[in-house]
């Protein structure tokens, strides 16, 4: 495709459960985010995969967070044991990464918004 | 710890105002600046970004941030506004040299009445 594309764009669940949000990033591009966007925190950065190379799991808020990505390009966001408190829209970004001085720009994709019940 | 700034919550303009939307970043070493823009009911897009060079960078839509060192701000200006400049903007750093996550401001909801 030719943007970042997310799914689902709307998810409700209910305390407690768990949810996966997928992410499909712009084809070729090596590098993936993933950032949430909630009321009163603004954007935070969550993680980001860059190749092969570990991902940065820095900004991930609790061991209920958790992401993957399978060969090289698609993601997926896990949240287990859902709380309020993670009700927010989920934005996934991929860049081309052509150099490693972080000048890239940053393409974004329309978010999954999560309400937890 | 890097973090970003952004003076304005809310900005209410007329048509054909000026516009300047104050952002400041917290960072010991050189950093990369950006600003992106959420239009109403779609995906966060570049504005503009500056890494080097001309310290005064042009983007799209009529848009201009500079870059002034020695007060770490990255102020992003536009002359005269349109209706469709409604929208809400974000500043975003992040540190040169491959750590490439933005930290990213607030944000400013600007709104432009006709």
């Known amino acids: 495709g030719a943007g970042v594309s997310q799914s689902p764009s709307n998810k409700v669940t209910e305390k407690g459960k768990d949810v996966e949000l997928r992410c499909d990033p712009i084809?070729?591009?090596?590098?993936l985010y993933w950032y949430r966007q909630s009321l009163g925190q603004g954007l935070e950065f969550l993680i980001y995969?860059?190749?092969?190379?570990?991902?940065?799991k820095s900004g991930l808020p609790s061991d209920r967070f958790s992401a993957e990505r399978t060969g090289g390009s698609v993601s997926t966001l896990t949240i287990q044991r859902t709380q309020q408190e993670d009700s927010a829209v989920y934005l996934c970004?991929?860049?081309?990464?052509?150099?490693?001085?972080?000048?890239?720009?940053?393409?974004f994709g329309p978010g999954t918004r999560l309400t937890v019940l | 710890a890097q973090s970003v700034s952004q003076h304005n919550h809310h900005v209410i303009l007329s048509e054909a105002a000026s516009l300047e939307l104050g952002c400041n970043y917290s960072?010991?070493?050189?950093?990369?600046l950006f600003w992106y823009v959420q239009y109403p009911g779609q995906h966060l897009q570049l504005l503009l970004k500056?890494?080097?060079?001309?310290?005064l960078v042009k983007g799209i839509k009529g848009f201009e941030a500079e870059f002034i060192k020695s007060k770490f701000s990255f102020n992003l200006r536009k002359p005269s506004v349109q209706w469709s400049d409604t929208a809400e903007y974000f500043c975003?750093?992040?540190?040169?040299?491959?750590?490439?996550?933005?930290?990213f401001g607030a944000g400013t909801r600007l709104a432009v009445h006709p």
């Open positions: 970004a991929s860049s081309s990464q052509r150099d490693r001085a972080g000048t890239d720009t940053q393409y």
């Open positions: 084809s070729g591009h090596t590098a």
């Open positions: 995969f860059q190749g092969n190379s570990a991902p940065d």
């Open positions: 960072y010991g070493g050189t950093v990369n």
């Open positions: 500056y890494f080097s060079g001309d310290p």
């Open positions: 975003a750093v992040n540190a040169a040299g491959g750590y490439n996550k933005l930290i």
